[in-house]
């Protein structure tokens, strides 16, 4: 089992930039792919970026390619997204989540799942 912690969120500028962190416990973190989901209120959670358990592969949304970007420390058992160019549709809890297969853009496909981090950007 993995259980997860994000932190990192908070109030922002449109423009700014935020680094969120995902830290993990287990043993096995290395193995699991790992993906950040957003949710606003009153809408569905959606993705927004995935990475592969190697580091080799990443994947992003169209809404935040270019200015998002995923990774991860497996020797720290930490996922981390930064954050560039943020703008007020990006406001929403962040989760980070776990995926023992693959770094899947659909979030039923994740086995664990952090509390969620809050991130407001402000216009």
């Known amino acids: 089992q993995v259980q997860m912690v994000e932190s990192g969120g908070g109030l922002v500028q449109a423009g700014g930039s935020l680094r969120l962190s995902c830290a993990a416990s287990g043993r096995t973190f290395s193995s699991y792919a790992m993906g950040w989901f957003r949710q606003a209120p009153g809408k569905e959670r959606e993705f927004v970026a995935a990475i592969s358990s190697s580091i080799i592969r990443t994947y992003y949304a169209d809404s935040v390619k270019g200015r998002f970007t995923i990774s991860r420390d497996n020797a720290r058992n930490t996922v981390y997204l930064q954050m560039n160019s943020l703008k007020p549709e990006d406001s929403a809890v962040y989760y980070c989540?776990?995926?023992?297969?693959?770094?899947?853009?659909?979030?039923?496909?994740?086995?664990?799942w952090g509390q969620g981090t809050q991130v407001t950007v402000s216009s």
């Open positions: 989540a776990a995926d023992r297969y693959r770094p899947a853009v659909v979030a039923a496909e994740y086995d664990y």
